[in-house]
């Protein structure tokens, strides 16, 4: 659970104990905290966010969502009840870091080098050998 420590609340299930995470006093959000303005409020607009709210609310359907998480530790836990040796997973690897100031300093570089050839006055360009007619 995220590495910290939380305040539960344990009780009697159907089946078993179940175990609730409390919230902290300051993650509990107050009434008062989440009140808009409703002077604004236009009629018109309420009832388009109803609509589209109404839209697309649907049933909480659970078993289409999957917990990643929990079934590769379920796997785990089960490859170590059977006594196969587990693989620590490699490390991701990480994009090599430049020095950003040097970046910066080249890419001005290349600014000022592009800013003073297109400061020089135009060329006549090639002239044509032969007469015009």
Known sequence: MHRREHVVVIRPGA?????????????????NEYRTNLSSLVQKELDLALLL??????????????????EKL????????????????????????GNILDALQRSLDSMARKSV????????????KSPVK
């Open 15 to 31: 089946t078993g104990i179940v175990l609730h995470t409390m919230f902290y006093e300051e993650e509990v959000r107050r009434e």
């Open 53 to 70: 709210v109404n839209s697309l609310t649907a049933p909480f359907e659970a078993v289409k969502y999957r917990d990643g998480y929990r």
């Open 74 to 97: 379920d796997a785990l836990i089960a490859a170590k009840l059977e006594g196969k040796a587990l693989t620590e997973p490699e490390a991701p690897r990480l994009a090599p870091v």
């Open 117 to 128: 050839v297109s400061d020089r006055p135009a060329g006549r360009g090639k002239r044509n």
